[in-house]
């Protein structure tokens, strides 16, 4: 799991002016592998998202992120 470079990813994407939705879809299939997941995991995963919405919308909650595009919770 590479998350530290997923994230850098991200940034370089923002800095280069990729729009927030477009970021967002990097992380629409995230739930899809849930249900295999152990409780850890699925915390690492909504930590990254957590991050990746800051880096997408630095301006908004992760909350209003996840509702914005429509992005159910692992938990």
Request: glycine letters at 2%; proline letters at 7%.
């Amino acid at each position: 799991f590479r998350s530290p470079s997923r994230l850098f990813d991200l940034n370089i994407l923002r800095r280069a002016k990729v729009s927030g939705e477009d970021i967002m879809q990097i992380l629409y299939a995230s739930p899809v592998w849930h249900p295999g997941l152990t409780c850890e995991q699925s915390d690492d995963i909504e930590a990254i998202q957590k991050r990746a919405c800051h880096i997408a919308y630095p301006t908004i909650s992760f909350e209003d992120c996840l509702q914005k595009f429509n992005i159910p919770t692992l938990k």
